[in-house]
């Protein structure tokens, strides 16, 4: 597993409980070969050991989870590449798109899968985080493979998982809903909730969705384009008291993800003449205060 974080540590201690091991890869060298992982929700907290090791060790992957920021997959990846075979199977679990195809281009006959997951975690500290909303995680295969055998492990609880056999639709649909709050969350340094509270807000959310819709239509994602609206303001009500992971980026001074979130939307956008003023005012703004 690389990347540490807040869904580097809730997945590996989901997997560790489903009794897999996991061996966290770092990559400043660690001084021990083992630490904790801790884990607190509104009513426990609860720690357990994992192994450690040196993304520059020299043992071979067995697997590889990929849990870091998306700007981040690509050198993550990198950093192992001496470990790795072209058997061996890697899970990218960033947020947004369009961070996946260099990696398909760096291991071309490797399994590689996307998760996407709406489990809401946010980190403590070194490997402490607080686990503050149960969600579901879908995994599906970036080459059309059918689920493999260790997919046992992930589809059993705690962590659930479910097998998606259009695993791009399912990240777009999570893309689409990221587009509507995060960047505005991230600017007006918001709580999700407020986003449907503020009515000049709440019309900022519409005019993102309408644009978002006709994106997802021109896609070829059509579900996504019905269901855009109501699937945010869904999102919006269920995590009111939530910061957006874009929020908190730019509350921690790191570089956000807006590239391969609304980035990557108005990409799209360009490609298929579809027109997405209101978002490419967004990516502006938050390239502009971003790290
Ligand atoms: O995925 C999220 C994020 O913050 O990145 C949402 C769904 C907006 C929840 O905060």
Not at 46 to 69: S, W, Y
Not at 88 to 97: F, R, S
Request: aromatic share 4%; with cysteine; glycine share 6%.
């Amino acid at each position: 597993m690389l990347g540490a974080g807040a869904m580097g540590c809730l997945f590996s201690q989901q997997l560790i409980s489903a009794g897999c091991s996991v061996t966290l890869l770092l990559r400043n060298s660690p001084d021990t070969a083992a630490g904790n992982i801790r884990i607190d929700t509104h009513n426990s907290s609860r720690q357990l050991p994992v192994k450690l090791d040196a993304a520059t060790g020299q043992e071979p992957l067995d697997k590889l989870l990929i849990c870091t920021k998306a700007p981040d997959v690509h050198s993550a990846m990198r950093s192992v590449l001496h470990r790795i075979t072209p058997a061996t199977p890697v899970v990218l679990a960033a947020n947004g798109m369009g961070f996946a195809q260099a990696v398909l281009e760096l291991l071309p006959s490797n399994p590689v899968y996307c998760c996407t997951t709406t489990e809401g975690a946010y980190r403590l500290g070194t490997r402490h985080i607080r686990h503050a909303g149960r969600g579901i995680t879908r995994l599906g295969s970036l080459r059309n493979e059918q689920a493999p055998g260790w997919f046992a492990d992930w589809a059993a609880p705690p962590l659930s998982c479910v097998w998606e056999s259009d695993i791009n639709a399912a990240m777009w649909h999570k893309l689409a809903i990221n587009c509507a709050i995060n960047p505005l969350t991230a600017l007006h340094r918001c709580h999700n909730g407020e986003l449907g509270r503020d009515p000049v807000l709440r019309s900022q959310v519409n005019t993102l969705c309408d644009e978002i819709a006709a994106v997802s239509h021109a896609c070829g994602y059509t579900e996504t384009a019905v269901t855009v609206h109501s699937a945010v303001a869904a999102v919006i009500a269920d995590t009111a008291e939530n910061r957006s992971s874009m929020l908190q980026d730019v509350e921690a001074g790191r570089t956000t993800e807006i590239d391969f979130i609304t980035g990557f939307l108005v990409r799209e956008a360009e490609r298929l003449n579809v027109n997405t003023p209101a978002n490419r005012a967004l990516l502006e703004e938050v390239t502009q205060i971003d790290h």
